[in-house]
């Protein structure tokens, strides 16, 4: 039986998928605008390991993760830049199913964008319209958050307390402080679409419960994200789908917790972030997947260059005994099997129930880890002291079977690495003068080194930044 935390409850719950052997499963996915930092990588990779364990125990799994594609800091990035914003998000889209890839994560069923279903997003706020869940003032429309009364199951917070805590906002359009907007009206230079409200653009909340909707049904098993998704945007996405279809939304909500640097969260905000890239290169990509799953996804994480190191022993430690067994092979005979060696093949089934159990128990992956120790200190003392094929066959197996499970081991493609593009380069560039400004000249330093690493060099001058491959 698996159990799942569910931050709806604040319980750990049996999963009792809506329809038998199937899961329904939506992850909020990124902002498209920049390449992911590792903090974005955590749900990337956690939710990945959810996904693969379900389908190990027999679930069919159909996995939706949206990409926002249309967004605020979307459009500021490409007027600065002055670029298309569509041929922007392209770019990070695409980078970003790369870093996926690196990092083992199994392609999503669908991968909707916002820009592209425009049609369900309209249709849900017109229903929400019609059933008077939302209001229209002057192009913009706004949930009125009084109209559900679930408001706030899943944050556990009271809207009369949201109300009264809620800035006095310049804003009189709206009727009460949490209503949000479900669409706003286009301003200059900004992509628009047609609506019944005139020309504008969605807010965030609304593509997701219009994309779940239109991908997996009215109602789905999990809806999952990083913690900071719980106020308002998940919040929010019951209020919409709850509002409109007449129907709890998600059964099981799960959340990631962040991955730290100096106990604070990682964020493009705060500025203390670690570009995957940058540490998928100085470590490798599967040390990045083996160091997240090192941990319980609702534990927070913190991340140091020494925490990485640890992992990539850790990890060269599973690899390492698995070349000896593969060398042990090769060299080994058919032997009978001895009493011992039978014990020692019969133990194997208490380990797997073991990796079984902690997956069970809300996906614990680090004891799943702890355990595939276990086997490998196991199998270390047997490939020392014997030889018989049928036994070692039997322990890489055993083994290869619960890595698996994992994905943690396997071959990085590597791809986006072979070299940095010109929009990557520029990217690093900026992060850099950023880090100037805030006066941390050691992240400064620090990127200006892994440029050059990468042939880059970089002149300051009074034009800006240059930069020639060298
Ligand atoms: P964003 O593009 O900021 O919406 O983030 C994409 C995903 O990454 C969301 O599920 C976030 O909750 C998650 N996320 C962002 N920062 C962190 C972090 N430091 N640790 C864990 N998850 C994060
Ligand atoms: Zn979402």
Known sequence: MIKIYNTLTKNKEELIPLTPNEIKMYVCGPTVYNLIHIGNARPYIVF??????????????????????????????????HRDTMELVDYYIEETLKDAKNLNVKPATFNPRVTSEMKEIIQMIETLVEKQAAYHVNGTVYFDTTKFEGYGKLSKKVLEELEAGARIEVNTEKKNPMDFVLWKPKKLNEPYWESPWGQGRPGWHIECSAMSKKYLGEQIDIHAGGEDLVFPHHENEIAQSEAANGKAFATYWMHNSFLNIDNKKMSKSLGNFKLLREIGDAFGYDTVRFFMLSAHYRSPLNFSADLMKASAQGLLRIKNCLEDLEFAIKNSKDQDVT?????????????????YDAMNDDFNTADAISIIFELVKLTNTYVKNDSNKVVLITLKQNLCKL???????????????TGLSDAEILEYIDERAKA?????????????????????????????VQFKRV
Do not use: C, M, P
Not at 339 to 355: G, H, K, M, P
Not at 403 to 417: P, R, S, T, V
């Open 403 to 417: 890595i698996d499970i994992l994905g943690i081991i396997y071959e990085a493609q590597d791809d986006a690495n």
């Open 436 to 464: 100037k400004k805030n006066k941390d000249f050691a992240k400064a330093d620090e990127i200006r080194a892994f440029l050059e690493e990468h042939g880059i060099q970089i002149k300051d001058t009074r034009e800006g």
């Open 48 to 81: 990945d390991a959810v996904r693969r364990y379900l389908e190990e125990v027999g679930y069919d799994v159909i996995y939706v993760q949206n990409f926002t594609d249309v967004d605020d800091k979307i459009i500021h990035k490409a007027n600065v830049e």
């Open 339 to 355: 009493v011992a060696e039978q014990t020692l093949i019969d133990s194997l089934s208490l380990y797997n129930a073991r990796f």
